[in-house]
T-cell receptor
Framework: AQSVTQPDIHITVSEGASLELRCNYS??????LFWYVQSPGQGLQLLLK??????LVQGIKGFEAEFKRSQSSFNLRKPSVHWSDAAEYFC??????????FGAGTRLTVKP | GAVVSQHPSRVICKSGTSVKIECRSL??????MFWYRQFPKKSLMLMAT?????????EQGVEKDKFLINHASLTLSTLTVTSAHPEDSSFYIC???????????FGPGTRLTVT
């Protein structure tokens, strides 16, 4: 069955510290991979996406993600977290022109 | 480019009434539009997929007679919640694929509260 797993429901990091949010997927084929961020009461903002090619993807706001086929993972990273990064982060997978499946989300809290 | 709007952003309606939510692709034509529902502090759940000019495909467990979806043009899809009940209160988000497929572009969401 197709699924997306974000193992961490809530993560707290100190401002300036590095961040890694985990995402694993189970799909019949290599899907397209996305990371979105959502602030409270707001819609989704695309951080980055992977379709093919270089497995290290750069996104907006200093985020990057690495696709590892052998581990079926697409973890999101940021070297230095800012207080404004506090939000909910969703990993999503999809097939071309098809619906997307979202992970349960990881809530990021940033300590001063 | 690739902007999707939703209207209204917030709506409050009485139990038993119907409410329509619009989803528009502003600067591109969308062959496929998707409707998601998000419960508080939860992830997005796909409700249905609609292709312009054809009937929507609903996910298992989603009542098609309650959540009416119309995709009459390449830039507009509507979701009508019929005979709304308090348990229908939620955040509804639409998205759209461009003509080339691939990435979905998300609207800002509509907060529905049924009293």
């Amino acid at each position: 069955a197709q699924s997306v797993t974000q193992p961490d429901i809530h993560i707290t990091v100190s401002e300036g510290a590095s961040l890694e949010l985990r995402c694993n997927y189970s799909y019949g084929a290599t899907p397209y991979l996305f990371w979105y961020v959502q602030s409270p009461g707001q819609g989704l903002q695309l951080l980055l996406k992977y379709f093919s090619g270089d497995t290290l993807v750069q996104g907006i706001k200093g985020f990057e993600a690495e696709f590892k086929r052998s581990q079926s993972s697409f973890n999101l990273r940021k070297p230095s977290v800012h207080w404004s990064d506090a939000a909910e982060y969703f990993c999503a997978v999809g097939l071309w022109n098809n619906d997307m499946r979202f992970g349960a989300g990881t809530r990021l809290t940033v300590k001063p | 480019g690739a902007v999707v709007s939703q209207h209204p952003s917030r709506v409050i309606c009485k139990s038993g009434t119907s409410v329509k939510i619009e989803c528009r692709s502003l600067d591109f034509q969308a062959t496929t539009m998707f409707w998601y529902r998000q419960f508080p502090k939860k992830s997005l759940m796909l409700m249905a997929t609609s292709n312009e000019g054809s009937k929507a495909t609903y996910e298992q467990g989603v009542e098609k007679d309650k959540f009416l979806i119309n995709h009459a043009s390449l830039t507009l899809s509507t979701l009508t919640v019929t005979s709304a009940h308090p348990e229908d209160s939620s955040f509804y988000i639409c998205s759209a694929n461009g003509l080339a497929g691939g990435e979905q572009y998300f609207g800002p969401g509509t907060r529905l509260t049924v009293t």
